[in-house]
């Protein structure tokens, strides 16, 4: 059996087997990854099958490149392979590399062969191809392309001249390519961004605003224009701010760099702003140079709990005063604004033009005689006008951009022109800006500015400015000592009171203190001020009214049977309060009918205006009372002479309308 075996096979081996052809060699060893002699990269254009192929040579000539991309696709481009392969060439001497390209009966026609050549690898910058059409080569063949790139690689630092799509900046300098390393040289020895990036570069300092210090650092090896070599500007777009000074303002900010924030300045009072709305209650202050986290410098929130109640807001029809202006849902209706004093009306409209009629004694209409009917004055030289505080002889107006311009008699220097005596046209206050709320006494004047302060003019015989003094007068704008957060004033006579935002009331007067403002104790949750000759009242934010002083006696006392109020207005010796419901309430003196009951009997508890709904807004004469209901229309009643309510020359008990809504316009 062994035997039989032996036989079969030397049979077998001797008739059976055949020497495969060179082609068939080429073709095994190709399809293998090996070629006919090392290959330096194989392409496998068909991943499934391999029966021919082709070897391609890429020869490079002036360079070596750090890699090549060999593609191999029909000429329309619908099918295309590609293998990238390193530039450093495996038997082959010289800038040579052999490429496999292994097809099958799938690549048929013609066939584009090409190759890219790139710097140091595969992703550097591409700096040469070529490419070329070639018929594929038959079954169990071999065929041999041959493809030449060249590029300028002068210094044969691996790296193509620029001239030569490389990025060689000096080709004639071996050491001089990307990523070698830079030095202030005065050459670009990386070939990026000259000397920028240096490691031997110093650091230079830019003087942006001239003040001989430099800010911010750069580093260069040549000194750029306008730098310096020594730094320390904490803030070089600001001239003022460098080292070496000394702090010039309370800001937080280190003025003379030292690494201390406002050290010498004086100290300035911040009050919490608990809401976030950018003021603060002013029975929280703190004192510092810069303000406190949560802390702000306007102390005239009337309602630090709630952010969208504070100065400068649209008032609502909510029974609060959302704009912490010592009034309540005020102007929220048509009609003009009234104001009143001894035998004198006025108007401003909602154009800010004002109209006026009755006395004028002190010219306070203009150059013309008495005017018994509405009349617009001083078209002219009171424009714009917001508010006005009207006094015994002499007139204040607050424009819209909060400067105020005065008229009328000056005797006391109560128009706050700087001088005294006589009687002055209207002509704007200098000095006095910001003003957000005016009050006038019988010879002084009162302006409350936005910041909360308190200023004076005029008469101070009796301490009336609170600037802690009584001199005898004021010929300019004095600031009331200790006065701030103060949300609304009012005067009358020879005294003044004003209204915090914390809902307390003081009182301007030589009592007390010698002229400095005191706090009226016992008095709190105020949200609106008033004054007649002979009293002082509150309005407080539950709809109650208390009053004090004349017939009131010296503690204030509440109003009886009066409540839900959500206005009040003082005349001479009576006061007028406005109802949620729109009707009017009145007490006080009754000798011209000023209260509107029908009658010229005297009253200190409120009787109700006859006759009088839905209304909007009060006012108050010496004798005489105003109402402007929710319609627009005007109502008068009380002292009638000069015209102030119609031309009977009768006093009038009870309210007749003198102007319908829009008359006036």
């Excluded at 509405?374 to 002499?394: C, M, N, Q, R």
Aim: net charge negative; glycine share 14%; charged share 20%.
């Amino acid at each position: 059996m062994r035997a039989w075996v032996a036989v079969a096979f030397g049979l077998w081996f001797g008739v059976g087997c055949t020497v495969p052809s060179a082609e068939q060699v080429a073709v095994e060893r190709l399809c293998a990854g090996r070629g006919a002699q090392a290959l330096d990269g194989v392409l496998r254009a068909d991943p499934k099958a391999c029966d021919r192929g082709m070897e391609l040579t890429v020869q490079s000539t002036g360079f070596k490149p750090g890699c090549v991309r060999v593609t191999v696709g029909t000429p329309d481009g619908s099918r295309s392979a590609s293998t990238l392969v390193s530039g450093r060439p495996s038997t082959v001497a010289g800038n040579t590399l052999r490429v496999g390209v292994q097809l099958s009966e799938a690549w048929k026609g013609n066939l584009r062969l090409g190759a890219e050549a790139f710097e140091q690898t595969c992703d550097a910058v591409a700096v040469t191809k070529q490419s070329l059409d070639a018929a594929p080569a038959a079954k169990g063949r071999v065929s041999q392309v041959r493809l030449e790139l060249a590029a300028t690689d002068a210094d044969d630092d691996g790296y193509v001249a620029t001239s030569s799509g490389g990025t060689d900046c000096n080709d004639a300098n071996a050491a001089i390519h990307p990523g070698a390393t830079e030095r202030c040289d005065g050459v670009d020895d990386n070939c990026v961004n000259g000397e920028e990036d240096a490691l031997d570069d110093r650091t230079w300092y830019i003087d942006q605003d001239g003040d001989g210090y430099g800010g911010s650092a750069l580093k260069t090896c040549t000194r750029p224009t306008g730098t310096l070599s020594e730094g320390g500007d904490c803030n070089d777009a600001n001239a003022s701010i460098h080292p070496g000074r000394s702090e010039f303002r309370c800001d937080g900010q280190d003025d003379n760099c030292d690494g201390t924030a406002d050290e010498g300045l004086p100290i300035l009072t911040w009050y919490r702003d608990a809401d976030g709305d950018e003021y603060g209650d002013v029975t929280q202050a703190v004192s510092g140079c810069a303000p406190p986290s949560g802390h702000v410098a306007k102390p005239t929130d009337c309602n630090d709990a709630d952010a969208t109640i504070h100065p400068g807001v649209a008032e609502l029809l909510d029974l609060k005063d959302n704009n912490c202006n010592g009034a309540i849902n005020e102007r929220l209706y048509p009609g003009p604004r009234m104001f009143s004093a001894l035998e004198t009306n006025f108007a401003i409209t909602a154009a800010g033009t004002l109209w006026g009629w009755g006395i004028n004694r002190s010219h306070q209409l203009g150059d013309e005689s008495d005017h018994s009917y509405p009349k617009y004055i001083f078209a002219s030289e009171v424009e714009d006008v917001t508010t006005l505080a009207v006094g015994e002889t002499h007139i204040l107006a607050l424009r819209q951009d909060g400067k105020v311009t005065s008229w009328g008699s000056d005797g006391h220097g109560e128009l706050g022109h700087g001088f005294q005596g006589g009687e002055s046209p209207p002509a704007q206050i200098p000095g006095l800006e910001d003003v957000t709320a005016l009050a006038a006494g019988m010879f002084h004047s009162v302006a409350l500015k936005r910041d909360g302060t308190v200023w004076g003019w005029g008469d101070n015989t009796e301490g009336q400015l609170g600037d802690g003094t009584t001199y005898e007068r004021r010929l300019a704008p004095v600031q009331a000592r200790g006065m701030t957060g103060v949300i609304a004033i009012a005067a009358k006579s020879f005294h003044t009171i004003a209204l915090r935002a914390d809902g307390t009331v003081w009182l301007f007067s030589d009592e007390g203190a010698g002229g400095i403002p005191a706090v009226i104790p016992g008095l709190t949750g105020v949200v609106a001020i008033e004054s007649a000759y002979s009293r002082k009242v509150a309005l407080k934010a539950d709809g109650s009214v208390w009053q004090w002083d004349g017939f009131a006696g010296p503690v204030p006392t509440q109003v009886p049977n009066l409540s839900a109020v959500t206005a009040i207005a003082a005349g001479g010796a009576h006061v007028l309060a406005l109802k949620q419901d729109g009707t009017v309430w009145a007490w006080g003196r009754n000798g011209s009918g000023q209260l509107g009951d029908g009658t010229t009997q005297e009253r200190e508890v409120p009787v109700q205006v006859t006759g009088l709904s839905d209304v909007a807004t009060l006012a108050a004469g010496n004798d005489h009372s105003l109402a402007v209901k929710k319609d627009g229309s005007v109502w008068s009643w009380g002292f009638n002479a000069h015209g102030l309510i119609d031309d009977s020359g009768m006093d009038i008990y009870v309210p007749k309308r003198i102007a319908g809504s829009g008359d006036w316009n």
